[in-house]
Each structure stands twice: as C-alpha cells, then as structure tokens.
C-alpha cells in the first residue's frame, strides 16, 4: 500500500506541474520572510528552509507547502493550497478556499465560511475545528472512530491519528461533527486509475496552453 501511495504521489506531481505551466506568477520561497500577500494567477512553493511569518492568498492564488516553517497561512476567495510538508502552526480557510493535506505537522487547522480541506495523511495535526455549518472537512482514512471529541484512525500508509475535531464553541462530545466526511482508503487498483485520469486531465490541460 505504501508503494501505492508514493506512485500516486509521483503521478500527482508530475499533474501538478504540467496544469500549473499556464499560471501566470510562479515562486518558490526558501528563505526567511516575515508577511507574504499573493492573489490573482500565482502559484507559489514553499521549501526548507523557509521561514514565514504570515502567508495570505487570496482570489485564485495557489501555495504549496513542502518543507520550512510557516506560523500562518490563511486562504480566502477561491485560493487553494497543498501541504505536502513542512510546519503549519496555523492553517485558516475562508469563503470557498480549499485545501489539500497529505503530510507535514499542523497545529490549528480552521474552517470558515464554505471553506473544504481533504486529508489524506498528516504527521501530526493537533485541532481540527469548524466555524458554522457550511465548512466541510473529508477525512480519507480506515478504522475511524469518535469519542470525547477526538477522531481517531488509521492513514493509507498505515500510520495511526488522533486528533481534536469540534466545532468553534469547543463542546466535546461522543457525536462527530457533522462538517465531517469519512471516506475510506481507496484500494490499489482505484489509485491507478485516479492517476491515469489525472495524468490524462494535465495533458488536456498543457494541449490548451
């Protein structure tokens, strides 16, 4: 199963890249920077050994968190981010942002508005938490279980979680809130297919470029 995952995980990358090549703003940031603002068309990187204070998107912007430190990341409008890494004290989302996490360490991961995030995998989150009835968090893994406002399974790498999951008024009880989705862990047969199609939808995409 693990080497299934690191295939899809290649295969995804390589998807990113070749849908990212008609954005307009490209970045990679590995250095110290205390506030970073992006909007519009811009897709930016963030790797070791960076070091960011606060990181605002906003509009259509896209981040990809892959390694450093980043005490703030907040996502508004429709920006989208990827956290394949790295550590996020504090990830906000707002209006209809999404984000997609499979690793990294996560402190505080906050939903607004009718904001998504999908978890795949993360090495350690601390909070999960929803502002009002419309945020909506889908947590692909196997064996999951709530009690006492802690949701607790097993990641497609077989890596075991537990993790707060409440709604902002921080009340813990034995009923899982209802901004959650479980989904379980596809089978290795599903994960080809999702990479063929993936694969399939960036070369559509690079053909339009």
């Known amino acids: ?20 090549a008609t954005l307009v703003h490209a970045e990679v940031i590995d250095s110290a920077d205390p506030w970073v603002n992006r ?19 906003f509009e259509n912007a896209t981040v990809e968190v892959v390694g450093g430190e ?25 209006d209809d942002s999404h984000a997609d996490v499979s ?3 996560t402190s ?7 904001s998504t995030v999908r978890i795949t995998g993360i090495d350690d989150l601390s909070w999960l938490v929803f502002e009002g009835a419309s945020a909506r968090a889908e ?11 802690h949701l607790s399974g097993t990641w497609g790498n077989g890596q075991r979680f537990s993790f ?13 809130p209802s901004n959650i989705a479980i989904t379980a862990v596809p089978e290795p047969a599903s994960f080809a297919y999702l990479g ?13 470029a």
């Open 139 to 149: 947590i692909v893994a196997d064996n999951v279980t709530y009690s006492g406002g």
């Open 70 to 94: 980043v005490s703030g990341l907040s996502l508004h409008d429709n920006s989208q981010a990827q956290v394949l890494g790295g550590d996020v004290s504090w990830l906000r989302l707002y």
């Open 164 to 176: 707060w999951a409440v709604d902002a008024g921080f009340m813990t009880t034995d009923i899982m």
């Open 1 to 20: 199963m693990a080497q299934h995952l690191r295939t899809f995980g290649q295969i995804a990358t390589v998807a990113l890249a070749l849908s990212s």
């Open 108 to 114: 505080w991961l906050w939903l607004h508005d009718r």
């Open 196 to 208: 063929f199609g993936l694969l399939a939808l960036a070369w559509r995409v690079s053909r339009r």
């Open 39 to 57: 909007a519009g068309s811009s897709h930016t990187t963030i790797v070791a050994p960076a070091d960011i204070a606060g990181f605002s998107a």
């Open 103 to 105: 690793a990294g360490v």
